[in-house]
Nanobody
């Protein structure tokens, strides 16, 4: 059974940092492209970042230069380091196995001004 579990969210002041984790099980983690998405209240879910099996990374323009996605295949975990956080980064953050219907339950990130 495939399972994705996000953690690391919380309340942080603008300008602060957080690191999100996405622990995967039930898959061969190393061969999959992993992605992070977010959904703010009243808005559609939007793509944030992805990392391929070869560690190629892409970012949404809104987070480029502030967020970093990386993976530890030995731990079956993907990470999203978020720096210089802004109130508009407030959302529930989800990880996914790109190209599948597998999603985590989400972790709340709240950035206060």
């Amino acid at each position: 059974q495939v399972q994705l579990v996000e953690s690391g969210g919380g309340l942080v002041q603008a300008g602060g940092s957080l690191r999100l984790s996405c622990a995967a099980s039930g898959i061969i983690f190393s061969v999959n492209t992993m992605g992070w998405y977010r959904q703010a209240p009243g808005k559609q879910r939007e793509w944030v970042a992805r990392i391929t099996r070869g560690n190629n990374v892409n970012y949404a323009d809104s987070v480029k230069g502030r967020f970093t996605i990386y993976r530890d295949n030995a731990k079956n975990t993907a990470y999203l380091t978020m720096r210089m956080l802004k109130p508009e980064d407030t959302a529930v953050y989800y990880c996914t196995i790109v190209g599948t219907s597998y999603w985590g339950q989400g972790t709340q990130v709240t950035v206060s001004s």
